[in-house]
């Protein structure tokens, strides 16, 4: 879990810090890689979560 903690403070820390590069130099290159970097958070959150729903199914057998 502290994993996961870790993962989710470092795609927060990039979407701010790239968010505040947008708001400085108006280039749209940053809204999409904020867009990408949610996105490849999302998945990679519901792979782990699926692979904790796994193993606690495999514990339960």
Not at 16 to 24: D, E, I, N, Q, T
Request: aromatic residues 18%; proline residues 0%.
């Amino acid at each position: 879990m502290i994993l996961v903690r870790f993962l989710l403070f470092l795609a927060l820390a990039t979407v701010a810090v790239s968010g505040l590069l947008y708001l400085f130099k108006r280039d749209r290159r940053y809204l999409r890689f904020i867009g990408q970097v949610i996105r490849y958070t999302i998945y990679l959150l519901v792979g782990v979560l699926l692979f904790f729903a796994f193993e606690r199914l495999v514990i339960l057998l």
